[in-house]
């Protein structure tokens, strides 16, 4: 079992910018690819960006590409999701995932999930 713990949502003005952490504890392991998934009210839980914890390959969704950024620190066993010039459609609950698959942006290949953190975009 892994357990996640997201973190660093909040209220903030179209624009800003915002960093979430997921940490990981439990039956950890290195090799397991992480995703970033956000989900809003009467919606399917969307693909936002996905690491390897082993060779450092990303992939994003296309309405986050070159906004948001992912990024881990393995010897802190956590993951990051840096966003940049949020703006309102980015209001949702998001999720850090852990699975055994390579990146992916089906959520259905992912084991593991933390209990989401609220991210707010005001205009």
């Known amino acids: 079992q892994v357990q996640l713990v997201e973190s660093g949502g909040g209220l903030v003005q179209a624009g800003d910018s915002l960093r979430l952490s997921c940490a990981a504890s439990?039956?950890?392991?290195?090799?397991?690819?992480m995703g970033w998934f956000r989900q809003v009210p009467g919606k399917e839980r969307d693909f936002v960006a996905g690491i390897s914890w082993t060779g450092g390959r990303t992939s994003y969704a296309d309405s986050v590409q070159g906004r948001f950024t992912i990024f881990r620190d393995n010897a802190k066993n956590t993951v990051y999701l840096q966003m940049n010039s949020l703006n309102p459609e980015d209001t949702a609950v998001y999720y850090c995932?852990?699975?055994?698959?390579?990146?992916?942006?089906?959520?259905?290949?992912?084991?593991?999930w933390g209990q989401g953190t609220q991210v707010t975009v005001s205009s």
């Open positions: 439990g039956r950890t392991f290195s090799s397991y690819t």
């Open positions: 995932a852990a699975g055994s698959v390579g990146l992916t942006p089906r959520s259905r290949l992912y084991d593991y």
